[in-house]
Structures are given as structure tokens and as C-alpha cells.
């Protein structure tokens, strides 16, 4: 059990902390070089070829995490892609009655 009242702040990362990592992985690495290559006409082989050089290109600045510069750069509506296979994302076991405890401390 955790010491609340020791405990000011709780701050947390979603993708690899609550959330599985294989959605991001699939998403980027899969679907969105499919979707990709659906609008462009190309296949999937062509697709991450062209997109993989982008995404290494801000990987770790700002930009890499922010849906809307990938809507524009690649001219997908990211957000309705990942709507799209929402389904595919797992929470990690514990999670929800970690929430609820940091809920229920005032954090």
C-alpha cells in the first residue's frame, strides 16, 4: 500500500506505463503506412519506406507526439485512425484500481 500523505504529485505516462505498447507500435509501424499507402496509391512495402525517414526525423522533439503535426504532414486524419482500431488497446493489469486509488487520495 502506498504512503499517500508522503506522496505530493503522480505523474504518469500512458503508452508503456497504463497502456500497452503494441497499439503505438502497430499504429505507426503498420497501420498508418497501410492507410498511407492507400491514399497515395502505393503498397505497404512502399509506404514505410517513404514514412519510416519521417518519422526518424522528429523522433524526440515535440512534434513526434503531436497528432496534429502527423495529420498534416501526412495528410491523414490521425485522430479518426486511431478510432478506427481503438480496439486494439489493452491497459495493463492493475491500472483502473491504481486510478481509482490516486482518484481517491486527492491527487
Not at 499507402?37 to 526518424?56: I, N, S, T
Not at 496534429?68 to 482500431?85: F, M, P, Q, T, V
Request: hydrophobic share 40%; with cysteine; net charge negative.
Amino acid at each position: 500500500m502506498l504512503k499517500w500523505s508522503e506522496i505530493e504529485s503522480v505523474y504518469l505516462d500512458m503508452d508503456g506505463t497504463l497502456l500497452d505498447l503494441h497499439f503505438d507500435n502497430y499504429f505507426w509501424q503498420e497501420y498508418v503506412p497501410m492507410r498511407f499507402g492507400e491514399c497515395h496509391d502505393m503498397d505497404v512495402a512502399a509506404a514505410k519506406a517513404e514514412l519510416y525517414p519521417r518519422f526518424r526525423r522528429v523522433e524526440g522533439t515535440m512534434d513526434w507526439y503531436c497528432v496534429d503535426y502527423w495529420s498534416r504532414e501526412l495528410g491523414l486524419d490521425i485522430e479518426a485512425l486511431k478510432h478506427e482500431i481503438q480496439h486494439l488497446i489493452g491497459v495493463h493489469p492493475q491500472v483502473e484500481t491504481f486510478l481509482t486509488e490516486v482518484r481517491a487520495s486527492g491527487r
